[in-house]
């Protein structure tokens, strides 16, 4: 079935330091790509949706500024949490489809700001 | 109002039990409907997808009622193994075509 890689599964940075999270689909084309966030005991939310090769739509209360998402090929999308706050810290997970794959989930990347 | 809303739970529930879960979601413009299951510091897995003509996968059923913008899952012959968060999804339009958008979860724990 479809896979979609996402690294680092965990990274704990100082606070004020840029982290970049990858998400890579091995065996299919992503032509749409999906970040979330997830706080403890709470709800999946969509960040952003990427098209390769446009620039990403956020949703609202997102910074764009912050969370950079790059979308330049069909198997790798990347998010930079740029200038990491504490309150940063929070599960991010991708999603990605692409021609007949569904929604593929990444394995989500735990990043802890200290 | 939340697109999605479900109750949070916790649902303990002995081994072999039914249990139902209900979801309701706000946007009637919402093309197709989920349920992920999620296991605590994972990512969520498509558990099955929902048809208004109800649908039926082994101990899973899940049934929607467009009418009402009403989600349920029930779970027969409860196992240990059931035990995650359920999370309920909604596929809908944006901006950059369609995404899904998920539900708080809910929690369930099946015990001996």
């Known amino acids: 079935g479809a896979v979609v890689s996402q690294h680092p599964s965990r990274v704990i940075c100082k606070s004020g330091t840029s982290v970049k999270i990858e998400c890579r689909s091995l065996d299919f084309q992503a032509t749409t790509m999906f970040w979330y966030r997830q706080f403890p005991k709470k709800s999946l939310m969509l960040m952003a949706t990427s098209n390769e090769g446009s620039k990403a739509t956020y949703e609202q209360g997102v910074e764009k500024d912050k969370f950079l998402i790059n979308h330049a090929s069909l198997t790798l999308s990347t998010l930079t949490v740029t200038s990491a706050h504490p309150e940063d810290s929070s599960f991010y997970i991708c999603?990605?489809?692409?021609?007949?794959?569904?929604?593929?989930f990444g394995s989500g990347t735990r990043l802890t700001v200290v | 109002r939340k697109e999605v809303e479900q109750d949070p739970g916790p649902f303990n529930v002995p081994e072999g039990a039914t249990v139902a879960f209900n979801c309701t979601y706000s946007n009637s413009a919402s093309q197709s409907f989920f349920w992920y299951r999620q296991d605590c510091r994972k990512e969520p897995k498509l558990l099955m997808s929902?048809?208004?003509s109800g649908n039926e996968d082994g101990r899973f059923t899940a049934q929607l009622n467009r009418a009402s913008q009403y989600i349920s899952l029930l779970i027969r012959d409860s196992k240990l193994s059931d035990s995650a968060t359920y999370l309920c999804v909604v596929n809908l339009a944006n901006q950059a075509g369609t995404a899904l958008i998920f539900g708080k979860g809910t929690t369930l724990s099946v015990s001996s």
């Open positions: 929902v048809y208004s």
């Open positions: 999603s990605a489809t692409g021609g007949r794959v569904g929604y593929t």
